[in-house]
């Protein structure tokens, strides 16, 4: 609720309903397992459970959003019946059934701890726009899934090769998780604002999944009417 540039945006209607019931109703859509919105605020959790679904509160100190979800985790879950646990960010309404089932993909390998989603830039405008987190990915065998070698906003910092657009959506191994929480944000964390290269700095290995084009996440006003626009002919699901 606290966005400085779009102050109370979950609560955003976009046709009528909370942009995080949007969120909500996608990751149902998706059928990977239940779903739950972590929040601060009692104002999304009721605006969450008037439309159907389930909604817990977490403190307000959660540095990342994958501190929040295994507060909320740890309640709910206390047998750790769960093994997997997908962190989708409340602001990406639009996001597609089919990449929130992707991002599972990169488990095949034994070896990953996290799993995310990766898009081709679409230009040479997003990849110099500092509000778009590069990715530097290793492909294997020309394939959709590879391992996450690095990530920036400035493509100077990362090395040769193709980069990607970061699709801010972490799947995570429960034990990865519970590590990846415990550990204090490294300095490069600190200095470039994205978490996931805590996790990097760590030692920890990143699947990456590719997919065809980033979904509109929602950080300003205009965003919002864009996410509007696209989701004009989605039909309800409740």
Same mark, same amino acid.
Request: with cysteine; glycine share 10%.
């Given at each position: 609720?606290?966005?400085?540039? /779009?102050?109370? !945006?979950?609560?955003?209607?976009?046709?009528?309903?909370?942009?995080?019931?949007?969120?909500?109703?996608?990751?149902?859509?998706?059928?990977?397992?239940?779903?739950?919105?972590?929040?601060?605020?009692?104002?999304?959790?009721?605006?969450?459970?008037?439309?159907?679904?389930?909604?817990?509160?977490?403190?307000?100190?959660?540095? $990342?959003?994958?501190?929040?979800?295994?507060?909320?985790?740890?309640?709910?879950?206390?047998?750790?019946?769960?093994?997997? %646990?997908?962190?989708?960010?409340?602001?990406?309404?639009?996001?597609?059934?089919?990449?929130?089932?992707?991002?599972?993909?990169? /488990?095949?390998?034994?070896?990953?701890? &996290?799993?995310? +989603?990766?898009?081709?830039?679409?230009?040479?405008?997003?990849?110099?726009?500092?509000?778009?987190?590069?990715?530097? &990915?290793? /492909? !294997?065998?020309?394939? $959709? %899934?590879?391992?996450?070698?690095?990530?920036?906003?400035?493509?100077?910092?990362?090395?040769?090769?193709?980069?990607?657009?970061?699709?801010? %959506?972490?799947?995570?191994?429960?034990?990865? +998780?519970?590590?990846?929480?415990?550990?204090?944000?490294?300095?490069?964390?600190?200095? /470039?604002?994205?978490?996931?290269?805590?996790?990097?700095?760590?030692?920890?290995?990143?699947?990456?999944?590719?997919?065809?084009?980033?979904?509109?996440?929602?950080?300003?006003?205009?965003?919002?009417?864009?996410?509007?626009?696209?989701?004009?002919? $989605?039909?309800?699901?409740?």
């Amino acid at each position: 609720m606290g966005s400085t540039r /779009f102050p109370g !945006k979950p609560l955003a209607l976009i046709n009528g309903d909370p942009m995080i019931v949007h969120v909500w109703r996608r990751a149902t859509e998706a059928g990977i397992g239940p779903v739950v919105v972590a929040c601060e605020d009692q104002e999304i959790a009721d605006a969450v459970r008037d439309a159907g679904g389930r909604a817990e509160l977490s403190g307000s100190h959660h540095p $990342s959003g994958s501190d929040r979800i295994f507060e909320v985790l740890t309640g709910i879950d206390p047998d750790q019946a769960f093994d997997v %646990v997908v962190n989708l960010q409340g602001d990406m309404p639009a996001m597609e059934q089919a990449a929130l089932t992707a991002v599972l993909e990169p /488990f095949a390998d034994p070896d990953v701890d &996290i799993a995310t +989603l990766v898009s081709p830039l679409a230009d040479d405008a997003e990849l110099s726009d500092p509000h778009v987190v590069k990715a530097q &990915i290793e /492909f !294997k065998n020309g394939g $959709s %899934v590879g391992t996450a070698i690095d990530f920036a906003r400035d493509p100077e910092l990362l090395g040769a090769g193709p980069l990607y657009h970061h699709i801010g %959506v972490y799947a995570y191994r429960r034990p990865a +998780l519970a590590q990846f929480v415990g550990m204090d944000p490294s300095a490069r964390e600190k200095d /470039f604002g994205l978490e996931q290269l805590r996790a990097l700095d760590a030692g920890m290995t990143i699947g990456a999944r590719l997919v065809d084009s980033f979904p509109v996440g929602v950080d300003t006003p205009a965003d919002l009417a864009r996410a509007q626009a696209i989701l004009a002919g $989605s039909p309800r699901t409740d």
